[in-house]
């Protein structure tokens, strides 16, 4: 068996492991090192390490996060990671047995997807353009464009906030009839443009074109569709998230309900409440297991009951 080393080096072992062979992105990345970090800080409380730790100081650990307070849902995320880490030294060498391997973690269920109606979406969507069209001034004017391509985008796509942000300039070519999207796992996927998300994104670059115009010092070009002036070059997902919930607010919807989450759940329920196939929206969605996209057939079990309901012979007596 390979020398003992320390916590944080077989961290950035695994951690490479993740990214190199299974594609891990770099939030993913991020979040299974805080989580490990805190495992090693625990432990660590205990003279212990990765190297020696056994099922017990494991299981108060997890008992620790309980009493931390810790949701249950969290607590499982947490497992998960320690998990994947001995399992992976336990492959490597590194150790002689997987300490993890007996866990078991807290039952939980599978909570549905918050959903917007499909008469809410419009609200919003009416709301977002109502402000695009009569702001005057040109950097308003370009903000509530961009807001409203943001969210036609969107509502026709499913993105996830991180794709949608992230999109290319070239994505809002005219004849553009799909887009290529970047996904986890550096995975491509096609996605579908409808005829209001590409005429929002020609008044939204219009207006980022005007607001160019008029200061100089922006008129750089970017490989962008939303550019901004942060670290990331493009517009963040907190961002795009505070501007949402402030036009919800606007629409008359409890800010609380809505996120660009929210959005694509709503895109995936809305499909299937309309008969389409969950294979085509698991692929929409870019979702590697069938079983993800499952959370939304019970929009499709609700209007199958409202269908027998509304249409049987019988449904009314």
């Known amino acids: 068996m390979p ?16 990214a190199a062979e299974q594609g891990a992105g770099a939030n993913t990345v991020d979040a299974y090192r805080r989580d490990l970090e805190d495992l090693s800080a625990f432990i660590g409380g205990k003279g212990l390490t990765f190297n020696d730790v056994e099922t017990q100081a494991l299981r108060d650990y997890l008992e620790d996060l309980d009493e931390r307070g810790f949701k249950s ?9 320690l998990r994947h880490l ?9 150790r002689a047995d997987d300490p993890a391997a007996i866990l078991s973690g807290p039952k939980r269920g599978r909570s549905l997807p918050k959903v917007l109606s499909i008469a ?24 509530a464009a961009r807001l409203y391509c943001l969210l036609e985008v969107l509502y026709a ?11 290319p300039v070239s ?10 999207v970047r996904g986890k796992g550096n995975k491509e996927r096609l996605v579908p443009l409808n005829q209001s998300s590409k005429e929002a994104m020609t008044a939204y670059l219009a207006a980022l074109d005007a607001r160019r115009g008029e200061n100089a010092t922006n008129a750089a070009a970017t490989k962008w569709l939303f550019p901004s002036s942060g670290d990331s070059g493009h517009l963040t997902r907190q961002h795009f998230a505070r501007d949402l919930k402030d036009l919800a607010l606007a629409a008359g919807i409890q800010p609380r309900l ?7 759940h709503a895109f995936a329920s809305h499909l299937l409440h309309n008969g389409a196939d969950l294979r085509i929206v698991q692929t929409l969605l870019g979702h590697t297991d069938i079983s993800t996209t499952q959370i939304y057939t019970h929009v499709v079990e ?7 309901r509304d249409l049987h012979p019988l449904g009314d007596k």
């Not at 849902?73 to 990671?81: D, F, G, M, N, Q």
């Open 86 to 94: 001995f399992r992976f030294l336990l492959n490597e060498r590194i």
């Open 120 to 143: 809410d979406v419009d609200l919003m969507l009416t709301k977002a353009k109502a402000l695009a069209e009569a702001e005057a001034r040109a950097l308003q004017r370009m903000r």
């Open 3 to 18: 020398p003992a080393t320390s916590d944080a080096r077989l961290t950035n072992l695994f951690l490479d492991m993740l």
């Open 302 to 308: 609700e209007r199958l009951k409202s269908l027998v």
């Open 73 to 81: 849902t969290s607590v499982a995320r947490r497992l998960s990671a």
């Open 157 to 167: 796509t499913g993105l996830r906030v991180s794709e949608l942000v992230a999109l």
């Open 258 to 264: 809505v996120s660009p989450h929210v959005l694509r």
């Open 171 to 180: 994505a809002a070519r005219r004849d553009a009839r799909m887009i290529v």
